[in-house]
């Protein structure tokens, strides 16, 4: 397995709600990105974090946001929760920003919108 | 924006026969392709990967070729075995250093 881990494994929270999500990704690497992957998809690209900034960020409203500390963890945070953010959340880490260096997934958080 | 197309979304192989799955990219500045296998239940895991300076790379029974010009690549399984059944994803680092993904293709090996 990875060195990059998350917590909760599961959550289950109700429509209107605010969840925040954990990683803690391999020790050095800066680059972390966060992925939602629903049912039978394949992973969809929420945001990513360079060095504790957000240096990309994919088709997602700002209700999600996130946060990356120097110890290599970081958040992702939802506001306002909708029954479609009901997911596989994904956190994926890899080395310096540009490189070719592989990226490695977490086992994810299993979201739950009622 | 950019994006990455897969294809077959499912595939049904003969044990013992080959496999093949194909992507094709947008990002024209895209130089570096994972592969990602995915168990039911378990995270990605990075299987192959290939950089926009080789056109073909393999390892064991896995092979990934890319055609920079047509900006396609594949995933090719030979061999194929029982635990090879799966949900492969193929993605592409964008230039602005995004890895995207593939909607995935779910493998069956039939018996």
């Known amino acids: 397995e990875t060195g990059v881990t998350q917590s909760p494994t599961h959550l289950i929270k109700t429509r209107g709600q605010q969840v925040t999500l954990r990683c803690s990704s391999q020790s050095g690497h800066n680059t972390v990105s966060w992925y939602q992957q629903a049912l039978g998809q394949g992973p969809q690209f929420i945001f990513q974090?360079?060095?504790?900034?957000?240096?990309g960020r994919g088709n997602f409203p700002p209700r999600f946001s996130g946060l990356q500390f120097p110890n290599y963890s970081s958040e992702l945070n939802v506001n306002a929760l909708e029954l479609d953010d009901s997911a596989l959340y994904l956190c994926a880490s890899r080395g310096d920003r540009g490189s070719y260096n592989e990226q490695f997934f977490g086992p994810g958080t299993r979201l739950t919108v009622l | 924006g950019e994006n990455v197309e897969q294809h077959p979304s499912t595939l049904s192989v003969q044990e013992g026969d080959s496999a093949v799955i194909k992507c094709t990219y947008s990002?024209?500045?895209?130089?570096?392709f994972p592969w990602y296998k995915q168990e039911l239940g378990k995270r990605p895991q990075l299987i192959i990967d290939i950089r926009s300076n080789v056109g073909e790379k393999k390892d064991q029974r896995i092979a990934v070729t890319l055609n920079k010009t047509a900006k396609h690549f594949s995933l090719h399984i030979t061999e194929t075995q029982p635990e090879d059944s799966a949900v492969y994803f193929c993605?592409?680092?964008?230039?602005?250093?995004?890895?995207?993904f593939g909607k995935g293709t779910r493998l069956h090996i039939l018996p």
């Open positions: 990002d024209s500045a895209s130089n570096y």
């Open positions: 993605a592409a680092l964008t230039r602005d250093d995004k890895i995207i």
């Open positions: 974090y360079y060095r504790e900034e957000e240096n």
